[in-house]
């Protein structure tokens, strides 16, 4: 389906029985599906990170399912607990927390809260389309800069380009940074893989106009696939160190839930010829499995065709980001803002 990632829903694992069409489609799918907005009221919006993996305490996340349809997404199967599909659903039903920056302010309030760093886009886009309209993210932004919070941005869009004036200040002060996830310099491929991103150039152009402005950004190579992309690392370390990046790092592409089965159908679809290849050495780096839960080597991976990614990625980083390390953010200076102060 032309700018979806999946055309269609795998079976939810939660649902015990469903509807299955007998006409060869789902109903809407023969048409144009439009994206639909739901506003949920969640609770609380912190998320703890547990996973000795991510470098970041916590993390927000305004929306869930994302439009963006990346066909590999790990956040798919989460849409499955809302009781829709990980598939189609998961980019055209699109759930959106208005109460979100309310949400932040009270956390940020609370006697506990110590300042913790936080992660934007943990599970979904916080830079998807849906942000245009609502702009709950910078809103979010807005009370994290009110609070000397620090904030670290994932990100496929160059919608980021839109805060540089909230973001710019924080970042002065070490209280913000952004990675931006940049897999390929194929503008052809990556239209296939995430049909809804911002373009290979824009988000060239976001790494070159955020580093002028003083925002540390680091870039993601994330997911390389075995196969397919994994050959483009050393051009693309080259290209994202003249625009200004400080650090780099790679995820390995490791397919959770019904991804598998969605991912098998995106190959398929565009690589027939090697779906078969692709996916055996996607399970060679995981242990013989294509998803891995184990901390440590799920987003590295393992095995004889990771260590000749690695071996390009190290030559890369002593080549080009020698002397460049990711920036740390500082809790240091959060402070609750007085009541005076908030008036103005």
């Known amino acids: 389906m032309k700018g979806r990632g999946a055309g269609y829903n795998p079976k939810n694992r939660f649902f015990r029985e469903e509807v299955e069409w007998d006409d060869g489609f789902e109903p809407g799918t023969e048409e144009k599906v439009r994206t639909k907005f739901i506003e949920i009221f969640p609770k609380t919006i912190i998320n703890k990170v547990p996973s000795p993996d991510v470098p970041s305490d916590f993390s927000v996340n305004p929306y869930q399912g994302c439009e963006h349809g990346c066909s590999y997404c790990y956040a798919r199967p989460t849409h499955e607990y809302w009781g829709y599909g990980a598939g189609l659903e998961f980019e055209s039903v699109i759930l959106v927390k208005k109460n979100a920056p309310e949400l932040l302010r009270e956390a940020f309030n609370k ?150 089965e969605m991912f098998g159908k995106w190959l398929e679809e565009h690589y027939p010829d090697r779906k078969d ?19 440590g080597t799920r987003m590295r991976g393992e095995g004889k065709m990771v260590e000749q990614i690695n071996q390009s990625y190290h030559i890369g980083k002593r080549k080009l980001f020698k002397d460049n390390t990711m920036i740390g953010l500082t809790s240091s200076l959060f402070e609750r803002p007085s009541k005076q102060t908030r008036l103005f």
């Open 111 to 260: 006697k506990s809260w110590k300042g913790g760093s936080l992660m934007m886009s943990g599970n979904t886009d916080c830079y998807q389309p849906a942000e245009r309209k609502f702009e709950i993210t910078r809103k979010m932004l807005q009370v994290c800069s009110e609070y000397n919070n620090p904030v670290g941005i994932i990100t496929k869009n160059n919608l980021v380009l839109r805060d540089i004036d909230i973001l710019a200040p924080m970042a002065e002060k070490k209280l913000a940074m952004v990675n931006i996830s940049l897999n390929t310099l194929n503008e052809d491929f990556r239209r296939k893989l995430e049909p809804r991103t911002a373009s290979v150039d824009g988000r060239l152009r976001a790494i070159e106009e955020l580093s002028k402005a003083g925002i540390p950004v680091n870039v993601l190579m994330a997911p390389l696939i075995p196969g397919i992309n994994g050959h483009e690392v050393l051009p693309l370390m080259e290209e994202i160190a003249n625009r200004g990046a400080v650090s780099v790092g790679y995820i390995i592409l490791r397919l959770n839930g019904s991804l598998q």
């Open 277 to 295: 290849k692709v996916l055996n050495q996607v399970s060679d780096a995981h242990g013989g499995k294509v998803n891995d839960s184990r901390f």
